[in-house]
């Protein structure tokens, strides 16, 4: 069964600190994204990765990093969490044509 | 730039109707466009996609009209039911990632 899964589903995190999400994939799929999604503005492209470290910034990275050393996982780190990155982040990777989401992360930065 | 728009940004229907959501796209290079639909608490979903050799796609009560000369496209849902309750994303592939639009939150009342 094809499956994107990240973790953790909810976070609580107070400002200045580090966050780590987590994404996995069985579809050994190349390429992942990073998105979030807050309301009233669709999905914002944060990063995309090509295949193991090769990752490429999308609309929106300032504040953001990604890591990817094997190709079923992808993380996204926030480096001193700010306020405004309070969000719902999904992970995504991409087949021949579709993306498959995984069923996000929402983040609370207090 | 916003290469994909959708329209409307809410849509309330009551169960049965037709529901009509609206997609416009920038970029005539485009020739396939995923409709994504989106579950609160959920990820996006692949629901049904077009390629541009094709001017209609149907899929049960889902149906993709496409209209090439005006780059646009619409989904109906034809006998709305409540469970069809959610947001509905259209996108089109760049040469990284997909464009998404904002979305279309269809609420279905019974």
């Known amino acids: 069964d094809m499956k994107v899964t990240q973790m953790p589903r909810y976070l609580i995190k107070r400002m200045g600190e580090n966050v780590l999400l987590e994404c996995g994939q069985d579809m050994s799929h190349e390429t992942m994204y990073w998105y979030r999604q807050d309301p009233g503005l669709g999905l914002q492209l944060i990063y995309i990765s090509y295949d193991v470290d090769s990752n490429s910034e999308g609309d929106i990275p300032k504040g953001y990093r990604v890591s990817r050393k094997k190709r079923e996982h992808f993380s996204l780190i926030l480096d001193s969490a700010k306020t405004n990155q309070t969000s719902v982040y999904f992970c995504?990777?991409?087949?021949?044509?579709?993306?498959?989401f995984g069923s996000g992360t929402r983040l609370l930065v207090i | 730039q916003q290469q994909v728009r959708q329209s409307p940004q809410s849509l309330t229907v009551w169960e049965g109707e037709t529901a009509i959501l609206n997609c416009s796209y920038e970029d005539s290079t485009f020739n396939y466009f995923p409709w994504y639909q989106q579950f609160p608490g959920e990820g996006p979903a692949l629901l049904i996609s077009i390629r541009s050799v094709s001017d209609k796609k149907e899929d049960g009560r889902f149906t993709i009209f496409f209209n090439k000369r005006e780059k646009k496209l619409s989904l109906h849902i034809t006998d709305s039911q409540p469970g069809d309750s959610a947001t509905y994303f259209c996108?089109?592939?760049?040469?990284?990632?997909?464009?998404f639009g904002k979305g279309t939150s269809l609420t279905v009342i019974p």
């Open positions: 995504a990777s991409r087949g021949c044509s579709d993306y498959t």
């Open positions: 996108a089109a592939p760049g040469y990284q990632n997909f464009y």
